[in-house]
Nanobody, 128 residues
Framework: QVQLVESGGGFVQPGGSLRLSCAAS????????MGWYRQALGKQRELVAS???????DYAESMKGRLTISRDNDKNTVYLQMHSLKPEDTAVYYC??????????????????????WGQGTLVTVSS
């Protein structure tokens, strides 16, 4: 199965910066949209940023101007650079990807299935 592993979370003071990374591994045929979600305590999970395979990005209004999402398709990795962090940004941040998971292939054909994959989450705490 395709897996996503996040890293880069931690503790940061208000106004600080963090860079999250998420690497996909496993039987990958193709990765389509990738994104970051977050879930604060007692709140619903929400989309923070997304990026298509061609690099088109979208950001949550609440964090626009403070985020940059990028991806390295050769490394199957997506990044989230966060600036000017606020206490209300404290949450578990989850990586998400729409993946064509490889089932079988030979010289003539490829068999795959489209799946949505989630990472295990990484905690970001913004506090003084």
């Amino acid at each position: 199965q395709v897996q996503l592993v996040e890293s880069g979370g931690g503790f940061v003071q208000p106004g600080g910066s963090l860079r999250l990374s998420c690497a996909a591994s496993g039987p990958i045929f193709n990765i389509h949209n990738m994104g970051w979600y977050r879930q604060a305590l007692g709140k619903q999970r929400e989309l923070v940023a997304s990026i298509t395979s061609s690099g088109i990005t979208d950001y949550a209004e609440s964090m626009k101007g403070r985020l940059t999402i990028s991806r390295d398709n050769d490394k199957n990795t997506v990044y989230l650079q966060m600036h000017s962090l606020k206490p209300e940004d404290t949450a578990v941040y989850y990586c998400n990807a729409d993946v064509s998971e490889l089932i079988a292939s030979d010289s003539d054909s490829v068999e795959y299935k489209d799946v949505e994959v989630w990472g295990q989450g990484t905690l970001v705490t913004v506090s003084s």
